[in-house]
């Protein structure tokens, strides 16, 4: 196949999430690494801010609820919506978005059932919840259901599931109960406490990616996950393939981040990492535990 024909087969994703003016979190980091794997993206911002809220306060701009539905059924009867094989949703900048996004998940899904539609839930970490309590049960409520796949951190999933998350079982079983077919779990429990695993559970496996823990990795690791890990897996590869590879570039990307001393990703400095991963991580398969059913 030549190389305008790949171009011509390549498919559309929405990625509706945080924008912010500095910096590689939200739609700067998955915008930025499905255009680099060659999918056009069309992008929608739930909140626009200065910068990541970690770096200290900032001005916070959110669409009006009424706008923001407007515009999410302008993409759903936009004539170009046949484009489109995937969303990507993220970072809400309130309640309401959710089920302006479902209505547009919905539409998509009705115009081609094959569309995917990936949920990072981001809702919080070790500390708790940074988002509005009502803001995560309406991404808990209305769109993990419609989710194809789901990538919570450890704590995004306990909090979504009611499941207390200490070890590779538990986060096993905790998955189980999440809605989505798969589910990646970000920082999951490894073999030692210096260790961490994004742990893929699927109807038929369970799949763990595990690498060495990064002490003050900057912020955006999630989103750049998702974006990647879709990625891979619409360009045709399998699971354990998407996995290993998504996991190799973001453990590399993140190291050499934190090598230069930078607050940030670097990705456009490290880009061709997303594309060629540079480091090799093994999947292991690792066993049912009789209690993830229970």
Same mark, same amino acid.
Not at 243 to 260: C, D, F, P, Q, Y
């Given at each position: /196949?030549?190389?305008?024909?790949?171009?011509?087969?390549?498919?559309?994703?929405? @990625?509706?999430?945080?924008?912010?003016?500095?910096?590689?979190?939200?739609?700067?980091?998955?915008?930025f690494t =499905?255009? %680099?794997?060659?999918?056009?993206?069309?992008?929608?911002? &739930?909140?626009?801010?200065?910068?990541?809220?970690?770096?200290?306060?900032?001005?916070?701009? @959110?669409?009006? !609820?009424?706008?923001?539905?407007?515009?999410?059924?302008?993409?759903?009867?936009?004539?170009?919506?046949?484009? @489109?094989?995937?969303?990507?949703?993220? *970072?809400?900048?309130?309640?309401?978005?959710?089920? #302006?996004?479902?209505?547009?998940? $919905? #539409?998509?899904?009705?115009?081609?059932?094959? %569309?995917? *539609?990936?949920?990072?839930? @981001?809702?919080?970490?070790?500390?708790?919840? *940074?988002? !509005?309590?009502?803001?995560?049960?309406?991404?808990?409520?209305?769109?993990?259901?419609?989710?194809?796949? %789901?990538?919570?951190n450890r *704590? $995004?999933?306990?909090?979504?599931?009611?499941?207390?998350?200490?070890?590779?079982?538990?986060?096993?079983?905790? #998955?189980?109960?999440?809605?989505?077919?798969?589910? /990646?779990?970000?920082?999951? !429990?490894?073999?030692?406490?210096?260790? =961490?695993?994004? +742990?893929?559970?699927?109807?038929?496996?369970? +799949?763990? #990616? %595990?690498?060495?823990?990064?002490?003050?990795?900057?912020?955006?690791?999630?989103?750049?996950?998702?974006?990647?890990?879709?990625?891979?897996?619409?360009?045709?590869?399998?699971? $354990?393939?998407?996995?290993?590879?998504?996991?190799?570039?973001?453990? &590399?990307?993140?190291?050499?981040?934190?090598?230069?001393?930078?607050?940030? =990703? /670097?990705?456009?400095?490290?880009?061709?990492? =997303?594309?060629?991963?540079?480091?090799?991580?093994d999947i $292991?398969?690792?066993?049912? !535990?009789?209690?993830?059913?229970?």
């Open positions: /196949m030549t190389t305008e024909e790949n171009r011509r087969e390549t498919r559309a994703v929405i @990625v509706i999430s945080s924008h912010v003016a500095r910096g590689s979190v939200g739609n700067r980091a998955a915008v =499905l255009e %680099a794997l060659g999918f056009p993206v069309w992008a929608v911002p &739930t909140v626009i801010l200065p910068w990541h809220p970690g770096h200290g306060p900032a001005t916070r701009i @959110v669409p009006e !609820p009424d706008q923001f539905a407007r515009f999410m059924n302008d993409l759903e009867n936009a004539p170009w919506l046949g484009e @489109v094989s995937a969303v990507l949703t993220g *970072y809400l900048g309130n309640l309401e978005q959710a089920q #302006a996004i479902a209505g547009l998940v $919905e #539409a998509l899904k009705a115009r081609n059932p094959k %569309a995917r *539609y990936i949920c990072d839930p @981001v809702l919080g970490d070790r500390g708790g919840l *940074y988002v !509005p309590e009502a803001t995560a049960a309406a991404i808990r409520d209305r769109l993990l259901p419609l989710a194809d796949i %789901a990538t919570p *704590y $995004e999933l306990a909090w979504l599931t009611g499941v207390e998350i200490d070890s590779t079982e538990t986060a096993i079983r905790a #998955a189980r109960k999440a809605p989505p077919a798969d589910v /990646m779990v970000t920082s999951a !429990p490894a073999s030692s406490p210096d260790r =961490l695993a994004n +742990l893929l559970v699927n109807e038929t496996a369970v +799949l763990r #990616a %595990a690498h060495d823990s990064i002490p003050k990795a900057p912020n955006g690791t999630g989103d750049l996950t998702a974006a990647l890990y879709l990625a891979r897996l619409l360009a045709g590869e399998t699971r $354990e393939e998407a996995l290993a590879k998504t996991t190799g570039s973001v453990v &590399t990307i993140l190291n050499r981040a934190t090598e230069r001393g930078s607050d940030e =990703l /670097m990705l456009e400095t490290d880009r061709q990492i =997303l594309t060629r991963p540079q480091m090799l991580v $292991e398969r690792v066993a049912e !535990p009789v209690s993830a059913s229970s």
